[in-house]
């Protein structure tokens, strides 16, 4: 498995990388609000007044935590002037199933990513102590580091879920209850399977239509637009993440017919599929600086 120090390559987008926010702003290209990472997003801001150790620059420990899911502008509601961590991770590193994906992906980074989650002085030196952890591990060369980043990432993910429900009220599970977190429950998880609206409205135990207009009513847009972009979103990361070439991502989301899936994503996107994939080429041959645990 592949982490943050072991790419030399700066053309190979990244598995797993802890950075500091500031050093992010200011490489080539600098991350602004614009930015949209193919990996999941958890962005720590810090302050200063604890002493946690070393690795921790400035003693600055987690105050608030900001969200962004793959393909979402991580750092929109960040304030400028903000220092501290950004950490950003893939599926393919953190592997993350059932209940657990459920819980630490799709509640954060889906629900929950509106609204930054505040970190209580009690919480502030835990959450200190596993970012110093995760430091620690990624600038480690010793054997399982990566099983013991990963150990540490979903501790580190456990506490922001719990922060996230007691911010919120929570007094047990945070799915929705309403048709339309139910549905996004059921798209981020079966997106590759499922293609049509009649398949969700089977689950959900409504009609195809009634589940299309309450999805209209309730974002402005049907289900089955949001079915297509969730399978956009996740082609398009492929693509970043490994380069994979049409009949590979085709194939990964279900399409059996490779020409039509071509045809979608032109559909969908704008471009062809072999336009948008000399874009990240040529995005990820700019010069990066070599990537560095803070």
Not at 22 to 40: I, S
Not at 123 to 139: D, N
Request: aromatic share 8%; charged share 20%.
């Amino acid at each position: 498995m592949i982490t943050a120090l072991d790419f030399q390559d700066a053309s190979a987008p990244l598995l797993f990388d802890l950075s500091p926010l500031a050093a992010l702003r200011q490489a080539p290209p600098p991350a602004d609000l614009a930015t949209r990472w193919p990996q999941y997003t958890l962005v720590l801001v810090e302050e200063e007044g604890y002493h946690v150790g070393p690795l921790l620059a400035d003693n600055q420990v987690p105050r608030t935590l900001y969200f962004g899911r793959p393909g979402q502008t991580a750092l929109e509601l960040v304030p400028k002037r903000a220092k501290g961590q950004v950490l950003r991770f893939t599926d393919e590193f953190v592997r993350l199933t059932g209940t657990d994906r459920e819980l630490l992906l799709f509640q954060l980074f889906h629900q929950a990513a509106a609204e930054p989650v505040l970190v209580p002085d009690e919480q502030a030196m835990e959450m200190a102590f596993l970012v110093g952890s995760l430091q620690r591990q990624a600038a480690s060369a010793a054997i399982l580091r990566d099983d013991l980043l990963r150990s540490y990432l979903k501790t580190l993910l456990l506490h922001c879920t719990r922060l996230s429900q007691q911010q919120r009220g929570a007094t047990g599970s945070m799915v929705q209850a309403g048709l339309f977190g139910r549905f996004q429950q059921l798209l981020e998880l079966h997106y590759a399977q499922w293609k049509s609206v009649a398949e969700y409205a089977d689950q959900l135990h409504v009609t195809a239509n009634h589940l299309s207009v309450s999805i209209r009513k309730e974002t402005g847009q049907p289900a089955s637009e949001h079915i297509r972009r969730r399978i956009m979103l996740e082609a398009k990361r492929l693509v970043s993440l490994r380069d994979a070439s049409l009949k590979e991502v085709a194939y990964q989301l279900g399409f059996e017919d490779v020409a039509h899936f071509s045809k979608l994503f032109k559909r969908c996107t704008g471009i062809t599929f072999s336009h948008f994939k000399k874009q990240i080429q040529a995005q990820y041959n700019c010069p990066l600086p070599k990537l560095m645990i803070a």
